[in-house]
């Protein structure tokens, strides 16, 4: 059967229709009176020529040739619909099985007349006010069906394809006659639309045709414009593609459509429309789609952090370990990332690395000093200058439905009348819960579960439990002095170079001066200070560069030349006691920028056994001040008794910093058993343990931070609680090579190795 495919023309059963010669594209030569025919509809219009199966709609109809004229006029008589079965295309030709597509006869002849004699009527009726309304009523009067009717008018109907398809496709009568009736009706509207010669519409349905012919009309209308002149397109119909587009969930969907309509409604006149405006621009800047999931490449993974961060080999062990689990499920899985560490360890910026390594955008939210819960969900749009919370901001900024974001310094949120920001993380980090965050300013949820949270404190001391049960605690140990000298090779030297616009070839720092500003210029956990100092060096040979004028020469910094760039000493390092004195015994602290030394002194004189306790201690310690003066007491109560004549004094310099906390316990014990006894302890030893009552030396933490202060101070030994063994496997190699650990249970054990005694 010769087989034609149309686009955009309304094709009926049992119409006459009428086509040139060049309509069939060269083959109507094949054609002749009583040719059978079939007719589909296509879904787009092609340019190309190229037609594929699946541009076909599946229901046609069948057609007879019945006259060629001498003017190659071809007249062809509809038959029946019919279905194509497996249509295939070959040289162009389409070939298919075609069967009968059966009709529900859901609407009797006399309704159906009736209905054909109400639609003319209104035709007639509807053409008279225009000047070739008499050569209309003719045209009318000639049409013998609802078909024939559609088919005649089928050019001046405000139809799309699709549309014009769906009226050949309705199984039933009636709903035919209604798809048909509708739009002729639309048609009519319309055209009284334009010449604005009709007067109000009367009737409910006749209200709804018009409201129909009027949108459509302004579609029209604005899409023109639109398309003449791009750059002014109104923030409508913007808003309206940008939600089109954008892939929301219903919910947000719905809302925001609602506020698109308010907006509609308004007007720029109106003073809520900037809000109204503002509210929209955010949420169709979000993305909303799902992204796909991207495989995770271990073996450059690990390459990137290793490029990015000297050391840390545990840190990076547990990301690849969360990467590798990702990689199985092949979704974002895993716990809450929190790295705890003094500053300038990395923490901040192993995020970035992170984000490299997954091939994913990298955004970082600042925490320090949020007070107020609405800068973590976001202010109810009710309020003047409402904004969404930060969480969604940087969601915005990233450009992405899965980051890799950064909580910078969690454990410094504050808690007032504004609310409880930590509690409101709750929600963001709870992988139950994040999937349908709700931001306050956007009233809709939103899916953060394809996120990876990395969150970074100091310590977890201020974090509350709930909030710290969501997460896993990685430490981040500080760098020894080999490790830093590293990081400045690596890392420090070469980046400070490029900022300052130095190349290699102009500066060299010597090994010698590296060791030397790391040693005497700083004395942190962290490589800041270090990288300040190395800053400050490129600052100063960039003068010297510059003044001379010779941007080919080198600039050599040795220990010799080093005081010129940095001037003297800004610090003096710890370092162990030169002499060896009864009472005074080196105890081993956990700051928030690292470990440190500190001094436990006592010392007797003439009074009434009063105790006098300086150098800025808190409630925790003066508490281990009385404790360890019990222990005393009781080992050794014969030497104890000239407290009762003898004021007793214990100091910790520095005394103009806080010091709070357990862990000098054993240090405090072993001071005043050393005063008492008169037998002072090696300068070579220090130590560090909680002590309880009964003479236990309890577990403490920050184990790593202490060991490195103990080495870089020159102490030889060190007593350590016997639970901590097992922190030993993050202490670096180079640290517990310099130093004798001795594991103790008992204070007896620690005073028996340092005074001999009891």
């Known amino acids: 059967m010769f087989t034609q495919p149309i686009y955009n023309i309304l094709l009926l059963p049992d119409v006459t229709y009428y086509f040139k010669k060049d309509f069939f594209a060269g083959r109507a030569e094949s054609l002749e009176p009583g040719t059978d025919l079939a007719f589909l509809m296509l879904r787009t219009e092609l340019d190309d020529g190229c037609l594929t199966p699946e541009d076909l709609y599946p229901i046609g109809l069948s057609a007879k040739v019945e006259s060629i004229s001498e003017e190659d006029v071809i007249q062809i008589r509809t038959l029946d619909r019919v279905e ?24 009797p002849e006399e309704e159906q007349q009736t209905a054909f004699s109400e639609l003319r009527g209104a035709l007639l009726k509807f053409v008279q006010g225009y000047q070739w309304g008499l050569w209309a009523r003719g045209f009318i009067l000639q049409r013998k069906d609802m078909n024939d009717m559609a088919s005649a008018l089928s050019e001046y109907l405000n139809l799309t394809a699709d549309e014009k398809y769906q009226i050949l496709a309705a199984d039933s009568v009636r709903r035919r006659y ?18 604005e010669a009709q007067e109000a519409q009367k009737g409910d349905q006749e209200q709804l045709y018009r409201e129909a012919a009027l949108k459509k009309q302004i579609d029209y ?120 560490g003094a500053p300038g360890t990395g923490k901040t910026s ?56 950064v909580l910078d310094e969690v454990d410094k949120l504050a808690k007032d009348y504004g609310g409880d920001p930590a509690s409101a993380l709750l929600e963001v980090l709870d992988p139950e819960q994040n999937n349908t965050f709700t931001d306050h300013y956007m009233n809709v949820p939103y899916d953060l579960s394809n996120v990876l949270f990395v969150c970074t404190a100091n310590t977890t001391d201020t974090i509350p439990e709930p909030l710290l049960n969501r997460m896993e605690v990685i430490s981040f140990p500080g760098y020894t002095a080999v490790e830093k000298f590293h990081i400045a090779k690596k890392h420090l030297i070469p980046k400070a170079l490029d900022t ?69 000493k800004q610090i003096r390092a710890e370092q162990k006691l030169s002499a060896k004195i009864p009472g005074v015994v080196t105890g081993l602290a956990w700051t928030r920028a690292g470990g440190a030394i500190l001094f436990i002194e006592t010392k007797l004189t003439e009074g009434k056994g009063k105790l006098l306790i300086t150098g800025q201690l808190g409630d925790v310690m003066k508490e281990s001040v009385q404790i360890a003066l019990s222990l005393v007491k009781s080992l050794y109560p014969k030497e104890c008794r000239v407290l009762e004549d003898h004021d007793l004094h214990i100091h910790v310099p520095a005394g103009a910093v806080p010091k709070d906390g357990p862990s000098a316990g054993i240090t405090l014990t072993t001071a005043l058993a050393s005063l008492i006894t008169g037998k002072a302890v090696d300068t070579d030893i220090a130590m560090t343990g909680e002590v309880s009552l009964r003479g236990g030396v309890m577990p403490i933490g920050g184990l790593p931070e202490k060991l490195m202060a103990a080495q870089r101070a020159g102490v030889r030994r060190v007593f350590i609680p016997d639970d901590n063994v097992e922190d030993l496997e993050d202490v670096a190699e180079e640290v517990k090579e310099k130093l004798e650990i001795i594991p103790v249970k008992k ?6 190795q340092t005074i001999g005694t009891p």
Not at 90 to 100: C, D, L, Q, R
Not at 747 to 752: D, G, H, M, P, S
Request: charged residues 30%.
């Open 500 to 568: 300052m616009g130095i190349k290699k070839t102009m500066l060299k720092v010597t090994d010698g001066a590296l060791r030397q500003i790391i040693d005497e210029y700083t004395m942190e956990a962290g490589v800041r200070d270090l990288k300040k100092c190395i800053e400050t060096i490129c600052r100063s040979a960039a003068v010297r560069l510059v003044k001379n004028g010779e941007t080919g020469q080198c600039l050599s910094v040795t220990k010799s030349s080093l005081s010129d760039y940095l001037g003297k």
């Open 747 to 752: 204070v007896t054990e620690v005073l028996k």
């Open 84 to 107: 194509a079965i497996d249509p295939a295309i070959k040289n162009g030709e389409i070939t298919a099985s075609f069967v009968p597509r059966v009709s529900v006869e859901d609407m």
């Open 350 to 405: 192993i995020g970035q690395s992170i984000a490299r390594a997954l091939g994913r955008e990298y955004v970082r939210i600042s925490l320090g000093g949020i007070r107020d819960e609405a800068e973590i969900r976001g202010h109810r749009r009710t309020y003047i200058g409402a904004m969404p919370g930060r969480v969604m901001e940087a969601m915005k900024r990233s450009g992405s439905s899965n980051p890799v974001m």
């Open 178 to 195: 209604e798809l048909i009736i509708g739009a002729i009706r639309e048609f009519m509207e319309i055209a009284k639309v334009s010449s």
């Open 221 to 340: 209308l604005q899409k023109e414009l639109d398309d003449m002149h791009p750059e002014n397109i109104s923030d409508v119909r913007k808003f309206e593609k940008k939600i089109k587009e954008s892939g929301m969930n219903p919910e947000a969907r719905k809302e925001a459509e609602k506020v698109l309509n308010r907006m509609r409604q308004e007007g720029k006149e109106s003073h809520e429309y900037g809000l109204l405006y503002d509210y929209l621009d955010f949420v169709t800047s979000l993305s909303w789609k799902a992204p796909g999931f991207t495989p995770v490449d271990l073996e450059r993974a690990e390459k990137i952090l290793d490029e990015d961060h000297y050391g840390l080999k545990k840190v990076k062990e547990r990301i690849i370990q969360q990467l590798a689990v990702m990689a199985l499920n092949r979704k974002q899985y895993g716990s809450i990332l929190l790295f705890v």
